[in-house]
């Protein structure tokens, strides 16, 4: 998905709260939980930042081990990925009257990217975090993902059935 949809999908469920001209997303809620999830352009960014700030060397045996070549600029351009997705919802909310929750809504897509390092081997968090390693990690990114769901959810705005104009069923 993506942070730009995320952000956009937000800014229709809302006008159409506030103005029943305006026609809300013809998806479910569950879209905007799922793009704000999968924060796409910078899990992209992230992908392509990885293949230039690491190598992958292979032992005697043939295991292979990711090793960082760059770690200060994989160590920054976490924290610039973070930074992006933020602008990234923002950008999809521009001259759009915003409300407290937008606060909250704008740093889910920030938060995902941090869960989607920490359940992954070899990503920038490994720069940040090089500590925290194995089964807490992903265990606290998955955590982190379950509560991230739940929120998207939640603050997504009403329910656009209830928005939707009755149909009257005509039978032949």
Not at 50 to 76: C, F, H, K, R
Not at 102 to 122: E, H, K, N, S, Y
Not at 146 to 161: F, H, N
């Amino acid at each position: 998905m993506s942070t730009l949809v995320y952000g956009s999908l937000t800014t229709r469920r809302v006008a159409a709260m506030k103005d029943t001209s305006v026609s809300p997303p013809d998806v479910s809620s569950y879209v905007d939980m799922v793009a704000a999830l999968v924060p796409a352009e910078v899990l992209a960014l992230h992908g392509v930042i990885l293949a230039l700030t690491t190598s992958v060397q292979q032992d005697q045996t043939g295991s292979a081990t990711t090793l960082i070549t760059e770690p200060n600029v994989l160590y920054w351009s976490f924290f610039g990925l973070l930074g992006l997705s933020v602008v990234l919802y923002a950008a999809a909310r521009l001259r759009k009257k915003k409300d407290w929750l937008d606060l909250i809504r704008g740093l889910i897509p920030p938060c995902a990217f941090v869960a989607w390092t920490m359940v992954q081997r070899a990503t920038a968090f490994d720069a940040v975090r090089p500590e925290l390693r194995g089964v807490p990690r992903t265990v606290i990114g998955l955590f982190a993902a379950v509560v991230l769901a739940t929120l998207a959810k939640l603050l997504a705005p009403k329910d656009d059935r209830d928005k939707r104009p009755k149909v009257a069923k005509s039978h032949p």
